[in-house]
């Protein structure tokens, strides 16, 4: 089993920046492929961005330049650097982890998962 905890959400203005972090427990973090995921009101869950052991990385063209996910293999955890905010950014931030090295965008792709942290971005 994998625990998933996210924080780092919260309101800023378009334009502006955020950093997410997800600390990771109970199996060894070092050896899963992370990613950030997003459900904004009355949309489906989109991928965001993933990353794996090896620090191979994948982005959304929706998101590729102005986000940037990392992992800290020392502190169980991943991160995900926003820059340049947009309103349609704004969402719950899901933080998931999957057991095998593929970078993969699809929502049943995941096997473990955070509660999510809430982004906001205002015009």
């Known amino acids: 089993q994998v625990q998933l905890v996210e924080s780092g959400g919260g309101l800023v203005q378009a334009g502006g920046s955020l950093r997410l972090s997800c600390a990771a427990s109970?199996?060894?973090?070092?050896?899963?492929?992370m990613a950030w995921l997003r459900q904004a009101p009355g949309k489906e869950r989109e991928f965001v961005a993933a990353?794996?052991?090896?620090?191979?990385?994948y982005y959304a063209d929706s998101v590729r330049g102005r986000l940037t996910i990392s992992r800290d293999n020392a502190e169980n955890t991943v991160y995900l650097q926003m820059t340049g905010l947009k309103p349609e950014d704004t969402a719950v931030y899901l933080c998931t982890a999957r057991e095998t090295l593929t970078l993969k965008t699809m929502n049943t792709d995941y096997k473990y998962w955070g509660q999510g942290t809430q982004v906001t971005v205002s015009s």
């Open positions: 990353i794996n052991r090896y620090g191979a990385t």
């Open positions: 109970g199996r060894t973090f070092s050896s899963l492929t």
